[in-house]
């Protein structure tokens, strides 16, 4: 007994090591700018920040005219601000905290950024925006509309959703909105309420009702700290609780939220009032710039192809424009004649579609290449799902939990797929909350260890030296352990070595073995109905299984704003009843995902997608994103000139 106390003892001491560990991490993290730049103000900063991006020794990144010029206008007022706050704290009592930063309620113009796919957006927030703001606001929110789109943005944005409270079956009414529980404002507080600056990213794939929703609740957050009229929430200098700096970028030529009459640029007979509200803030935002060259794209047929699509009313494509396009086509007798290579060629390669059912089977595919490539044993998990409605095991109602099994949309299954495809060293997206706010919806990681049930370890012991390629687990694992991307934090305790038992984990011991961003995700149960097309009786059903798809296995919503390295496979198979519109937008979506067109590989190119691609962008968009911003964009350039004049911005 003695020896076991001994051993808590330990593991409690451990584990706050293992805390203070995160700590540090975490405390690094916030500094990046050293005290003495940040004394000489936004301006010095963002200059000393795109100097050192341009002189970085391994991946350099120059900034063009048009980026030079953005940032210049984004730091224009912060500049002016901070001039006008040195100077009133020049007094007794000025700390060094008070001096450089600013307070959070200067309702300074609102900025948005409108650019196609691969035009430098998101390098231009990462490596000078975000971090001149994290220098002179204590509190930063970094948002986009899902979850993937946030961690293309920044490790610690967070979706639009989260941030103001709202899940997804709330009400978006305005009489609903009020900071309804104490762990609600405690949310609010923990984000929102102490903020600066707030950066929303893919813009344009955010209902308008979900922005009101979130200004509205944001002003309340902050109404106190910050003595705010909430009447007066969607006037232009007050949006988001008066936050001083606010800026949204996106692309209106991307998919629109779901519904598309949800959007920002959707007509606005028959929405409602809180559609209105956040369509008109949107509309009336200060500063519109709008990016035109592309920075994404090696290759000059690409450009050509994807800025003809891009213009109003369409245009037609060159002949050797088309016959570059159709070299992307997979050679199917190629493909049949030698499948292997094929899998050898494009392993890592990320595979797109519009509809679930393609994505389900990319799953597949992607799996068995990334097993092969790795020489892994592949690993079939299947869901176990249970309806109280069907206990009776005859042939039809096993029959009816095959059908289960073959539902193809995670979205329709509570995120939770009916197969799990795994090997050791496999690259995996998590498909739901698991440990917020790492461990999310669309978090990506590499599997390092499979904890099998009993029955199947002993399964793969007796199978002996020679392992087979693929194998169906009889029960489903324990858990399995995944190494998250650009995620130092430990959530495991580390093990220690014999030699440093008494005095615990050392850093600097080969022996000892910490586990830096390694999570234990378990299966999970969730509930889903079941619509059975024999009878149409809908099924309540209870599903476990694990949370894990392949990485690179996407349907094409969540790869919006991603570059695809190394390449894509893109299947152009199109919805049955999808428009014109969602037709354009589904192409052109998947054509600006890679870098040139020796990095795609397409399924279903035909003289019926070259008609797509010729016919233009859909004319609502473009046509109500011309007459709300045309006349502000080249107001913009006005603004933009005098502020970099002020600040004698040579870059």
């Known amino acids: 007994s003695m020896q076991r106390n001994d051993e808590t003892v330990i593991d409690i001491e451990s584990m706050q090591q293992l805390q203070f560990r995160n700590q540090d991490k975490e405390d690094n993290e916030c500094v990046s700018v050293p005290l003495a730049d940040a004394m000489k103000g936004p301006r010095h900063v963002a200059l000393k920040l795109m100097r050192e991006a341009e002189n970085h020794a391994t991946n350099p990144v120059h900034f063009n005219e048009e980026q030079s010029t953005i940032i210049a206008t984004c730091i224009y007022p912060l500049e002016q601000a901070w001039q006008q706050h040195i100077a009133k704290q020049h007094s007794a009592d000025a700390t060094l905290e008070s001096l450089h930063f600013l307070p959070n309620d200067l309702g300074l113009p609102r900025v948005l950024i409108i650019g196609g796919g691969g035009c430098g957006k998101t390098t231009m927030m990462q490596i000078v925006l975000v971090p001149v703001l994290k220098t002179f606001f204590r509190k930063v929110v970094l948002t986009a509309p899902s979850n993937r789109a946030a961690r293309g943005f920044d490790h610690t944005a967070k979706t639009l959703h989260s941030v103001s409270g709202m899940k997804p079956q709330d009400s978006m009414r305005t009489s609903s909105l009020h900071i309804k529980t104490d762990q609600m404002r405690k949310r609010l507080d923990a984000n929102q309420t102490h903020a600066g600056a707030w950066i929303h990213d893919e813009a344009l794939q955010t209902g308008a009702s979900l922005w009101n929703a979130a200004a509205l609740r944001t002003t309340y957050a902050r109404e106190i700290h910050y003595r705010l009229d909430p009447t007066r929430y969607a006037k232009n200098n007050e949006t988001m609780g008066r936050i001083s700096f606010l800026l949204l970028c996106g692309d209106h030529l991307q998919l629109p939220p779901v519904p598309k009459s949800s959007g920002f640029l959707a007509p606005m007979e028959n929405a409602s009032d809180e559609h209105k509200a956040g369509a008109s803030m949107f509309n009336n935002i200060h500063y519109v710039f709008e990016m035109e060259t592309m920075m994404r794209f090696k290759d000059p047929v690409l450009v050509a192809i994807l800025q003809k699509m891009r213009k109003p009313g ?258 152009l198979v199109m919805p049955r009843r999808a428009d014109e519109d969602i037709k354009w937008l589904i192409v052109y979506v998947m054509l600006s995902r890679v870098r040139r067109l020796a990095n795609l590989k397409c399924v279903g190119l035909n003289t019926k997608i070259r008609k797509i691609i010729e016919g233009g962008p859909p004319a609502m968009l473009a046509e109500n994103f011309e007459n709300k911003f045309r006349a502000k964009i080249s107001n913009t350039q006005e603004a933009a000139a005098a502020a970099k004049a002020y600040l004698k911005w040579q870059t």
């Open 314 to 571: 369409g245009d037609k494509l060159t002949e050797e424009e088309w016959e570059a396009l159709l070299q992307t086509e997979i050679d199917v007798l190629q493909l049949e004649k030698d499948p292997e290579a094929f899998l050898r060629d494009t392993h890592g390669w990320f595979e797109t579609c519009y509809l679930w059912s393609v994505v389900s089977m990319a799953c597949y595919t992607r799996a068995i290449a990334s097993a092969r490539y790795h020489k892994q044993t592949l690993f079939f998990s299947q869901a176990v799902d249970y309806s109280e409605q069907a206990c009776h095991l005859d042939a039809q109602t096993i029959e009816t939990y095959k059908q289960m099994l073959a539902v193809p949309s995670a979205a329709t299954t509570s995120r939770l797929p009916g197969m799990v495809l795994l090997h050791i060293g496999m690259r995996v997206r998590i498909t739901t909350q698991v440990l917020p706010p790492w461990a999310v919806q669309d978090a990506t990681g590499t599997i390092m260890e499979i904890e099998a049930s009993a029955v199947d370890r002993r399964n793969v012991s007796s199978s002996g030296t020679h392992p087979a390629s693929e194998m169906r687990l009889t029960e489903l694992p324990l858990g399995v352990y995944v190494k998250l991307d650009n995620c130092d934090r430990e959530f495991l305790p580390p093990l220690v070595c014999s030699k440093h038992q008494v005095c615990g984990f050392s850093r600097d011991c080969a022996h000892c073995r910490a586990f830096e961003g390694w999570v234990l995700i378990e299966p999970i149960t969730r509930t889903w109905t079941f619509t059975d097309p024999r009878s149409n009786g809908v099924l309540k059903v209870a599903r476990t299984q694990l949370p894990l798809m392949p990485a690179e296995a996407c349907p094409l919503y969540s790869l919006q704003g991603a570059t695809c390295d190394p390449g894509l496979i893109a299947h």
